[in-house]
């Protein structure tokens, strides 16, 4: 069975210093749901809230329906995994799985079973004598998460998991995590400071920025309508370009004017977003553009909502299947994500076609979305 | 030939060098005889007779070797009124040392564990209050302490000293273990609350055994200081319950007859010995736990 968290208004403060500062979050049972943010941002205290190793300065939690806020970690019918592993150094793989289920007293012959089926489910049947340290980063990942799965909760926690391994290892066991969620169909709450492991995992992602949540929802609609320039900017690799301007109506039709005196473009805004702003004339507006809407002009099949503009390569950055383009206008950088056959010299001029309809709106002084 | 290297550090191997490193051994061999030297003449002389210590110099070999100086160091030497020898004071510093060691090693153990890993309010004044007492000098704590003792009715008792030798090595075992600790990952304390042991859970089976080297050191320093120490003895205990450094005290400081400098180094070898003991064992087992690396996780 899983189990759903309720997090209301929690908050959590280090002696003066608040971390937490007022959360609230619901995930439904079955949930993966991925806590991203900037180190420091308190995703691990807001993880250790939930698991009962910190305590609450305010605020309630609830798991699978009961509030919890007294209730010592070894009650709440939650595993964890760490981002350093945390394994007991002096103990074999084998005691390390099963040393939850020594602690409580679970009979021999079941803690054989459990770790029978799991060491095979995680390849870890031949370490199972060895000591941690004698095993390589991955193999640790592997028990680490073996000592969680064999407890059988309702709730998975994981703090940085991956962020020890090198980038193929955490390729790959990104995507056994995420085979091991739909097979198991627990909660999961999963904290990482990487944009991309929260996209891929989760069924939805809260943005964290300095205690408190930006933005709580599936991965496309943070991807797609970032509520501020902190999400928008926190998440896409490279990340979105962001262009300060002011708003110019002329007639019915609405830009964008960025730059400076010496280069100056006009974004014309597609009626979609023009229609729906209410800012008047020469309102600072921030405009946001991914590097994906950004390309050679004439390469993509013709839509509605294009512009085209002018400017001279300034960097350009092959990353294999494509290439980035740096350029300038007035004093900003922007990527553009080209395909490597139409990248050209450093210094040459070339030609930019966006995607007006995928751009995005933001108030420059507030930074949230327009 | 051996190529000449440190750790594998590559080294030039020029004329300059070989003479330097001749340089360095022949000053090291120096200092180590300068610091043997004690020893050997306690040595040399335990093994003479008494005319021969009569008749030859210090530093001389002993021509004819005799154990007679040890067997009444042992037995038969008198100490105050009793010439039992030391054997029954031996005794006495070891139901002394061994149980103090273990007590003042496991509480600074779990002192250790509680300021670092169970982090409450008030653990740093705490802290600040025991390594405080680390630095109180024994002549402070005399008076105190005999008042202490009086009322608990343990005044000249070999447990009145136990109970003092635990109580002013804590300071130093907390330190130790403390700091110690500290570096041990909080990971791995938190991973064990969430598989659902508890304190003592974590300490006994979690903990302790991550913390060898700490034992062996705090061991080591523990049986070296209460085994040596004179003055808590001399000023807590009386005649029989005396540690077997004041016994050696009486002996070598007899007033009366002659005096037996064989007899007298016997017995100060006899009584340095168990130090030595745990130093070769125990220091040899910290240094292989060391080697081995796997203390980290
Ligand atoms: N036990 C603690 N005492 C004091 N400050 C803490 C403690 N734990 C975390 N903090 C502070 O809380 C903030 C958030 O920490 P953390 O939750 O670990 O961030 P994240 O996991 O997002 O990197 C940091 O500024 C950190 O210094
Ligand atoms: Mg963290």
Redo the contacts between chains.
């Keep these: 069975m899983a189990a759903g968290i309720e997090l209301k208004n929690v908050q959590k403060s280090f002696g003066n210093t608040e971390v937490i500062k007022g959360i609230d979050l619901n995930i439904e049972p079955g949930e993966f749901v991925v806590l991203v943010g900037p180190s420091g941002c308190g995703k691990s205290t807001l993880l ?1 809230l939930i ?1 009962g ?1 910190e305590t609450l300065s305010g605020g309630d939690v609830t798991i699978g329906g009961k509030v919890v806020n007294n209730t ?3 009650d709440r019918d ?3 995994v ?10 074999t793989v084998r005691d390390n799985i099963t ?2 289920m020594q ?2 007293r679970v009979p021999k012959a079941e803690q054989d079973a459990a770790v029978a089926a799991f060491s095979g489910l995680l390849q870890i049947d031949h370490l199972l004598d060895r ?3 004698q095993l390589s980063g991955g193999q640790r990942q592997r028990v680490a998460m073996g ?1 969680a799965l064999v ?1 059988d909760p309702d709730v998975f926690l994981f703090d940085e998991p991956l962020s020890n391994l090198d980038a193929k290892l955490r390729i790959d066991m990104r995507t056994e995590i995420k085979k091991l969620h739909l097979r198991l169909g627990k909660t999961v709450v999963y904290v990482t400071h990487d944009q991309i492991e929260a996209m891929t995992l989760a069924s939805r992602i809260a943005v964290m920025d300095e205690g408190r949540i930006r933005q709580y929802g599936p991965p496309e609609e943070i991807y797609e309508n970032p509520v501020d320039l902190f999400v928008a900017g926190f998440m896409g690799s490279p990340p979105m370009n962001m262009l300060p301007g002011r708003l110019l109506r002329t007639g019915d039709e609405v830009f964008v004017e960025t730059g400076d005196d010496e280069a100056r473009v006009r974004f014309p805004l597609p009626d979609a977003i023009a229609n729906r702003i209410e800012v008047g004339n020469g309102h600072e507006v921030v405009l946001g553009l991914r590097p994906e809407a950004i390309f050679a002009a004439g390469t993509e099949l013709p839509g509605a909502d294009r512009f085209i503009f002018e400017r001279p390569v300034e960097v350009v950055e092959p990353t294999g299947p494509d290439t980035m383009i740096v350029f300038g206008i007035g004093s900003v950088e922007l990527i553009a994500r080209v395909r490597p056959e139409d990248a050209r010299d450093p210094g040459t001029p070339f030609s930019f076609e966006v995607d007006m309809s995928k751009a995005k709106l933001f108030d420059q002084s507030s930074g949230r979305s327009l | 030939m051996r190529p000449r290297t440190t750790n594998g550090i590559v080294r030039p191997r020029t004329l300059q060098s070989s003479v330097l490193r001749g340089l360095l051994f022949l000053v090291l061999g120096l200092f180590c005889l300068y610091y043997l030297i004690p020893l050997i003449v306690m040595i040399s002389t335990s093994l003479k007779s008494l005319t021969e210590i009569r008749e030859g110099t210090l530093i001389s070999l002993p021509r004819e070797i005799t154990f007679d100086a040890w067997s009444k160091a042992w037995e038969s030497a008198c100490v105050g009124v009793r010439c039992d020898g030391l054997k029954p004071f031996m005794w006495n510093s070891i139901a002394m040392a061994v149980p103090a060691v273990l007590l003042s090693t496991t509480l600074g153990a779990i002192n250790g564990y509680a300021l670092t890993k169970w982090r409450f309010p008030g653990a740093n004044w705490i802290f600040a209050l025991i390594l405080f007492g680390a630095f109180i000098p024994f002549q402070v704590v005399l008076l105190p302490m005999a008042r202490t003792l009086g009322q608990l009715g343990l005044a000249g008792t070999v447990p009145g000293l136990i109970l003092v030798h635990t109580v002013y090595g804590l300071a130093f075992t907390t330190l130790f273990f403390r700091n110690f600790f500290i570096g041990v990952s909080d990971g791995i304390v938190k991973a064990a609350q969430i598989d659902g042991a508890g304190f003592f859970g974590i300490f006994f089976k979690i903990v302790l055994p991550m913390s060898i080297p700490a034992i062996v050191v705090t061991v080591i320093w523990q049986f070296t200081q209460i085994w040596n120490d004179f003055l808590f003895g001399v000023a807590f205990t009386i005649g029989d319950s005396n540690p077997v450094t004041v016994a050696l005290n009486n002996v070598v400081n007899t007033s009366t007859g002659v005096k037996e400098y064989n007899v007298d180094m016997a017995a100060a070898i006899i009584a340095a010995l168990p130090t030595m003991l745990v130093y070769v064992v125990a220091g040899a087992y910290f240094v292989r736990g060391l080697s081995a690396g796997s203390m980290k996780g």
């Design positions: 250790n698991s190793l010592p970690p070894r939650i595993a964890m760490f981002q350093s592993y945390a394994l007991y150094p002096t103990k040393f939850g602690a409580r000591k941690p340290g000592r407890r």
